[in-house]
Each structure stands twice: as structure tokens, then as C-alpha cells.
């Protein structure tokens, strides 16, 4: 079965400082991983996705996360936090029977101190 | 194109009441699924839908049931309601195979009284 470990609930970060949030897969088999940002009462949005392709994944507003198979890990990072990054992050793994089905660790909250 | 729809955003309820929530996912898409949010459990899966079919159902009670329309469309159900339902409900719209995203909605968010 597959399951999801984010190290961190919450993290504070200044602005214009890097941004390193955790995430730790566990999975049987090759996972399918993703990164979402939900801001205040909003739903979830995709930052990016892994799927067996690149190990290095670029995503939308200048995140990026990197597969690291001897890790069983998927840290999401951005060089340089900015004031719009304050949410809550989610690592989820997608589940691999016979339906569509995200896992997703329990979250980390970013602040982005001025 | 246009993105996933929940109705209604707010529900307020009395505990025994039932309710029904609605999502239309992304024109195209043939799975629907749908999250319970709280702040003590997190996101938590509650049931899958595809071409009408529900593939996958989580560790939720029989209270908790819903369907999908031969247009995609989605509809949850949560009867009886008690105050430990109060969450929200976010409906997820995908092409149905897992290495695929998911799209969400902006939720329901919906409070037992």
C-alpha cells in the first residue's frame, strides 16, 4: 500500500530565502507523485507531478521538486520564498489499483515572514 | 476551459438532516472523486467515480454515498447528519488513471449544527 510522510506541519521561511518542504513516499511498487497548494477556503491546486519521467520535476510559480528513489523521497523546494507562497502544501501518491485514488500526507502550513 | 464546479460553496445543516453536493467536473474527464477535509484527519478519500461506476469507496460509514450521471456530473450524499461531519467536501475531476492529476474544486463547505 502506499502512503505519504510529511516531515513538518508547519515552516517559516523569510522572504527571499529557500523554501524546502518534505515529503516521504512509501510504495511497493514505482509511485506517481505530486505536490498541491491549497490557499485559504480554496481547493487544491497542482504544483507538479512526477510520473517515471525526469527525476527533476519543474512546476508552476518557480517550484521544482526532485525524486530521489534511494530516499523514497519527493522534497518540493523554490530558491527564493515570496509573500504569495503562504498556504498549505500537500504530497500525495496516487494509488496504484484499479481506480483513481490520491493519498496524501497530512500537510505543511509555509509562512513567509517579511 | 472551463474548471471544476462544486455547488453549493456553504451548507449549514442540523444534525439528522441530509445533504446533497454537487460537482461538474472538466468536460472530457470520466473519473470524479471525492475528499472529506478536516483539520483533525486531514484529506480523506471518500469515494471514486468513473463512467458511472463507483471504482473505489473509503473507510466512511453507509451514510455517506453518491453517484455519478452518464454526463460526468457528481453528486454526494451524507443522511442522518452528525456534528463530526462537518468538513469540507472537495470533489476532484481527472481522466482516471494514476498518473494522471487530479483537478479540484473549490469545495463545499459544509457545518452541522
Known amino acids: 500500500a502506499q502512503s505519504v510522510t510529511q516531515l513538518g506541519s508547519h515552516v517559516s521561511v523569510s522572504e527571499g530565502a529557500l523554501v524546502l518542504l518534505r515529503c516521504n513516499y512509501s510504495s511497493s511498487v514505482p509511485p506517481y507523485l505530486f505536490w498541491y497548494v491549497q490557499y485559504p477556503n480554496q481547493g487544491l491546486q497542482l504544483l507538479l507531478k512526477y510520473t517515471s519521467a525526469a527525476t527533476l520535476v519543474k512546476g508552476i510559480n518557480g517550484f521544482e521538486a526532485e525524486f530521489k528513489k534511494s530516499e523514497t523521497s519527493f522534497h518540493l523546494t523554490k530558491p527564493s520564498a515570496h509573500m504569495s507562497d503562504a498556504a498549505e502544501y500537500f504530497c500525495?501518491?496516487?494509488?496504484?489499483?484499479?481506480?483513481?485514488?490520491?493519498?496524501f500526507g497530512s500537510g505543511t502550513r509555509l509562512l513567509v515572514r517579511p | 476551459k472551463a474548471g471544476v464546479t462544486q455547488t453549493p460553496r456553504y451548507l449549514i445543516k442540523t444534525r439528522g438532516q441530509q445533504v446533497t453536493l454537487s460537482c461538474s467536473p472538466i468536460s472530457g474527464h470520466r473519473s470524479v472523486s471525492w475528499y472529506q477535509q478536516t483539520p483533525g484527519q486531514g484529506l480523506q478519500f471518500l469515494f471514486e467515480?468513473?463512467?458511472?461506476?463507483?471504482?473505489n469507496k473509503g473507510n466512511f460509514p453507509g451514510r455517506f454515498s453518491g453517484r455519478q450521471f452518464s454526463n460526468s456530473r457528481s453528486e454526494m450524499n451524507v443522511s442522518t447528519l452528525e456534528l463530526g461531519d462537518s468538513a469540507l467536501y472537495l470533489c476532484?475531476?481527472?481522466?482516471?488513471?494514476?498518473?494522471?492529476?487530479?483537478?479540484f474544486g473549490q469545495g463545499t463547505r459544509l457545518t452541522v449544527v
Open positions: 500525495a501518491v496516487s494509488s496504484m489499483d484499479s481506480s483513481y485514488k490520491l493519498i
Open positions: 476532484a475531476s481527472s481522466l482516471g488513471s494514476p498518473n494522471t492529476e487530479a483537478f
Open positions: 467515480y468513473f463512467s458511472e461506476t463507483q471504482r
